[in-house]
C-alpha cells in the first residue's frame, strides 16, 4: 500500500519536464485574425509573463523565450512557440515548454504553468484586440 502512494506522491511532486503530454488544447489556440496581429501578439505576450526573449523567426513562425532559474531549478525553463495559419483561414499558436537543467525529471510543474501563464497572456491580448 505504501509504495503505490510513494510512487503516485513523486509523480505529483517532480512532474514531468516538459509539455507535451498535455492535452492539444491545454497548449494551443486557434484564432480568427490576421497573421501578422497573432504574430505580434504572440511576440509581446513572451514579456508580458516576464520571459527574456531569445530568438524570433517571423518567416518560419517561431519564437523560443527563456524564463529565468528557480530555487527549485538553476537553469530555467525554454518555451517554444509555433505560430502559424491553418487552411480554413485561421491563425494557430502551439507552444511547449521544458526545463533545461541536466536533470531534466525535475520540474516541480512549472513547464506546465509557463505554458498556461503564456497562453493567457496571448487570450488577454487577442480579446483586447477583438481576434
Known amino acids: 500500500m505504501k509504495k503505490p502512494a510513494i510512487a503516485a506522491l513523486t509523480l505529483l511532486v517532480v512532474g514531468c ?3 507535451y503530454h498535455l492535452p492539444e488544447e491545454e497548449r494551443s489556440r ?16 513572451v514579456d508580458d509573463i516576464g520571459l527574456a526573449l531569445i530568438e524570433m523567426e517571423s518567416e518560419h513562425g517561431r519564437i523560443r523565450a ?17 505560430v502559424r495559419t491553418l487552411e480554413d483561414g485561421r491563425v494557430r ?13 525535475i520540474d516541480f510543474g512549472r513547464s506546465g504553468r509557463i505554458v498556461r501563464d503564456y497562453l493567457k497572456a496571448l ?6 484586440a477583438g481576434g
Open 17 to 19: 519536464a516538459t509539455t
Open 30 to 45: 486557434a484564432y480568427q485574425a490576421g497573421a501578422e496581429e497573432v504574430w505580434d501578439a504572440a511576440v509581446a505576450s
Open 66 to 82: 527563456r524564463a529565468g532559474w528557480s530555487i527549485w531549478d538553476l537553469k530555467g525553463h525554454e518555451l517554444m512557440v509555433v
Open 93 to 105: 499558436v502551439d507552444a511547449n515548454a521544458r526545463t533545461v537543467s541536466e536533470d531534466e525529471d
Open 123 to 128: 487570450d488577454h491580448r487577442m480579446l483586447a
